[in-house]
Each structure stands twice: as structure tokens, then as C-alpha cells.
């Protein structure tokens, strides 16, 4: 059973567009919600991340929004460039001993056309 | 920076074969992970670990063991290998101290091929 469930499965948008990946979860214990960015031959790395406390989080072009009565967030890619060409993944997790347990979505292929 | 280095880019083993992936970690990270990546599915939590000698089934932990006998270094094993387990594999790592939610840092994954 899918604990995070992403959408779309993939995304094309043009330069300068805005990119919008959407994740729902269900288990209200979760604390924390990362956004992980993918390059093809590489490792995911963290991007963004946000807890239940805050509505929306910004850093540069990239903006999560949260909505906790409907148990959703999402991330948007203003002013989309070819360079974010990757596969994104939602998470969250809740406190295990010290560290975060991530859960994952099942990921989102972006493609920026020039 | 920290690094997360996986001893393979790309791994063909044969049906039955003992499997060993290799994982060190350079940053004196306390937790360690394994995670399978397929498409469709995203990634799956295989075991952790969170101090040397400690290990934590995750999610699919079916058909796989760990080892972390030294803090810089996570081995995942395939006791059996079968075909179902070919798949992407990442190594991550991530620290306890400091503020909360620490990120977890990947390796770049080994390709494993059962033949």
C-alpha cells in the first residue's frame, strides 16, 4: 500500500512555464515532508522540505505548499528551465530514534523544453 | 560535502548467487540505509541502521540482510539472488546530532542484474 501517492507520473512543461507536482498521505503522524530531486546517473538529493506547522515554504523558484486539513502538499517550480530536467520525489516521515524515516512517493519525470 | 560512495555502478549476478553490495560513508554518519528503486514504484526502504551492529527492517526487507560492523560502511546482502531482485539499489546515510531532520545523503546507486 502506497503511505505517499505523487502525481503526475511525468510532466512536460516549456521554459518559463510553472511545473506542479502534487502528493497526498494518509497517516497523520507524519512530521515532515522532503522534496528529493533526481539526475539521471545520480543519487536523489534534497531539495526542499517543510513541517505541518507552516502552510507554504520557499527557497528560490521552488515552493512547497501544505495543506494539512486535506492531508496534501505540493511542489511548484516557478520559471521551469531545462536544468530541472529530473525525476522529484515526495517523502514523509515521521521521528524513529533520533533520525526521520522516509516514505516516498513513486516519483515524478519533469522535462523543461527550451 | 558529504559523500556516500557505492563500491558498483553496475553488478550482473546469476540466480542463486550470495550478492554482496558494498556502502561507506565519509561524514562519521550515525544512520545508515538501503533502499531498492524501481520504476512506477519509488523507493523502497530495504533496512537501516542507526549505530554499528544495529539493524532495523524496513518496508521489503524480504530476501535481503545487512551487515554494519564499522560505522563508515553498510553492506547489503542477497542471500539467494532471484531474478525479481534486479533492480537500482541506494546506499543513503544521515546524521543524528544537530537539528532536527537532518537530510539523508545518496550514493549513486549500483544496477544489479540477476540473470
Known amino acids: 500500500q502506497q503511505q505517499v501517492k505523487q502525481s503526475p507520473q511525468s510532466l512536460i512543461v516549456q521554459k518559463g512555464g510553472i511545473s506542479i507536482i502534487n502528493c497526498a498521505y494518509e497517516n497523520t503522524a507524519f512530521d515532515y515532508f522532503p522534496w528529493y530531486q533526481q539526475f539521471p546517473g545520480k543519487g536523489p538529493a534534497l531539495l526542499i522540505a517543510i513541517r505541518p506547522d507552516v502552510s507554504e515554504k520557499k527557497e528560490g523558484r521552488f515552493t512547497i505548499s501544505f495543506n494539512k486539513s486535506a492531508k496534501q502538499f505540493s511542489l511548484h517550480i516557478m520559471d521551469s528551465q531545462p536544468g530541472d530536467s529530473a525525476t522529484y520525489f515526495c517523502?514523509?516521515?515521521?521521528?524513529?530514534?533520533?533520525?526521520?524515516?522516509?516514505?516516498f512517493g513513486t516519483g515524478t519525470r519533469l522535462l523543461v523544453s527550451p | 560535502d558529504v559523500k556516500v560512495t557505492q563500491s558498483s555502478r553496475y553488478l550482473v549476478k546469476r540466480t542463486g548467487e550470495k550478492v554482496f553490495l558494498e556502502c561507506v560513508q565519509d561524514?562519521?554518519?550515525?544512520?545508515m540505509f538501503w533502499y531498492r528503486q524501481d520504476p512506477g514504484l519509488g523507493l523502497r526502504l530495504i533496512y537501516f541502521s542507526y549505530d554499528v551492529k544495529m539493524k532495523e527492517k524496513g518496508d521489503i526487507p524480504e530476501g535481503y540482510s545487512v551487515s554494519r560492523e564499522k560505522k563508515e560502511r553498510f553492506s547489503l546482502i542477497l542471500e539467494s539472488a532471484s531474478t525479481n531482485q534486479t533492480s537500482m539499489y541506494l546506499c543513503a546515510s544521515s546524521t543524528s546530532s544537530g537539528r532536527n531532520n537532518q537530510p539523508q545523503h545518496f550514493g549513486d546507486g549500483t544496477r544489479l542484474s540477476i540473470l
Open positions: 561524514m562519521d554518519h550515525e544512520n
Open positions: 517523502a514523509a516521515s515521521k521521528r524513529y530514534t533520533g533520525f526521520q524515516k522516509l516514505v
